[in-house]
């Protein structure tokens, strides 16, 4: 019987907010055992956000939660206790890896820093997610995805000239840490197939994002040039934008790269007569010109629908892509036919679709994409299965407040 990439492999995941979540839940679609530590007493960051599933909150209904905690295993333990310390310390032996995002220092006065973990199994595979990373002399600071992006360069670039830097949609640093984190997890179980070798995986979110603006940091480098903030304008195209479009709040994003395709870009329009003026004859004109391009590009654009406008120039071979809304996308027909999303079956807010994982592996059977765990629902396959735990010891813990 065919088996997942990950089959066999065991996750203990001690993260909370979104980039331990969403790391460890990739693993679990790939095929590992992914077993998620909690608590009743403080709820992960994600149950707690009081939207729930059509509008009724609860621990286990809320949309961020499922969102990132498909495909695992969930197990309530009091890390206060150092009766439940014994009990992660008896999982950690039959693991592979351990997941954190704690702040810094809080796995070391648990007990469970990465020196202490390789005693109780010298090969273990640690990742550790933090804003900043576990060295260095900001190491020790606290922070946010979206306060942490402010540390990246990439607000820095993002909005309009002369304005303040802008947020980017959503905790980017988070998911970016997420798929970096998964990807050296992959590495580190090869590394450790070949060699025996466990190790430590130290990943900032910050840095992260950093990687995905080198051009940033080169340019300074070579050229002494910071970048700025530009709005949507490029270095080099013109038309570059995103231009309104029919109906309310529609947008289209639409770039220019060549002559050629310039000249497919007023064909598609109706070759319009302002599209022969001198000021929009060459790439280096019409970038000099954005203000006045774009003027006249939304006069058009606003008479079609955004998808109207993405087909007209697509098949004119001018890049082009409509601003899609949540529900848009939800609805779009090609990421439809793609099988992006999923219709996950939850116990108590019933069949939702969400994000699935953005890869098609032809030769692997259907992924997991099991609910997100209920609080507590896989305590006696996890202590009692795994770890052996009598009956009676379950109820002794439950009553002494380490199971809770």
């Known amino acids: ?8 492999t065991r996750v203990l995941d001690l993260s909370w907010a979104i980039a331990g979540p969403f790391a460890t839940q990739w693993m679990g679609v790939l095929g590992a055992e992914v077993i998620r530590i909690e608590s009743s007493l403080r709820p992960g960051l994600l149950r707690r956000f009081e939207v729930g599933a059509d509008g009724k909150p609860g621990l286990n209904r809320e949309p961020p939660f499922n969102a ?14 150092p009766a439940a310390i014994a009990i992660i310390e008896e999982l950690i032996k039959i693991s592979d890896v351990v997941v954190e995002n704690f702040a810094f220092g809080v796995m070391e ?12 199994k010298p090969d273990i595979i640690v990742l550790s997610i933090s804003i900043l990373g576990r060295t260095g002399p900001r190491k020790e600071y606290f922070g946010w995805g979206p306060t942490g992006l402010a540390a990246t360069g990439l607000s820095y670039m993002t909005g309009f ?5 802008k947020r980017v949609g959503g905790a980017w640093p988070d998911p970016m840490s997420a798929i970096y984190s998964a990807f ?5 179980l090869h590394h450790r197939q070949k060699t025996g070798e466990g190790q430590f995986i130290d990943v900032s979110m910050c840095e992260t994002v950093l990687t995905q603006i080198p051009e940033a940091v080169m340019d300074y480098t070579l050229n002494g040039r910071v970048r700025g903030r530009v709005a949507n304008r490029d270095d080099f195209m013109a038309p570059h934008g995103v231009y309104r479009c029919q109906g309310e709040d529609k947008w289209v994003a639409i770039a220019v790269s060549s002559d ?11 070759d319009p007569p302002w599209c022969r003026e001198e000021r929009f004859a060459n790439a280096l004109s019409r970038w000099h010109h954005q203000q006045e391009l774009d003027r006249f590009i939304e006069g058009w654009t606003r008479n079609h629908s955004h998808y109207e406008v ?6 004119a071979g001018v890049a082009a892509g409509p601003s899609l809304s949540a529900a848009e996308l939800v609805d779009d027909p090609h990421l439809k036919r793609r099988g992006l999303f999923v219709e996950i079956d939850h116990p108590e807010v019933g069949r939702r679709l969400m994000v699935g994982l953005p890869a098609r592996l032809s030769s692997n059977p259907p992924l997991n994409y099991e609910h997100a765990p209920l609080l507590g629902q896989h305590n006696q396959y996890v202590l009692g299965e795994l770890l052996g735990l009598s009956p ?12 809770c």
């Open 161 to 165: 000239p002369q304005s303040e830097p």
């Open 260 to 270: 050629q395709e310039w000249q497919a870009l007023c064909h598609a329009m109706g």
């Open 68 to 81: 990132y905690n498909y495909g695992k295993k969930g197990c309530t333990l009091n890390l206060a206790r």
């Open 392 to 403: 009676g010891e379950l109820s002794r813990l439950e009553e002494e407040g380490v199971i």
């Open 109 to 120: 006065r648990l007990g469970l820093g990465y020196p202490s973990l390789r005693k109780l």
């Open 1 to 8: 019987m065919q088996k997942l990439p990950l089959d066999g």
């Open 184 to 188: 050296a997890v992959l590495a580190a």
């Open 310 to 315: 993405m087909g007209m120039l697509q098949r």
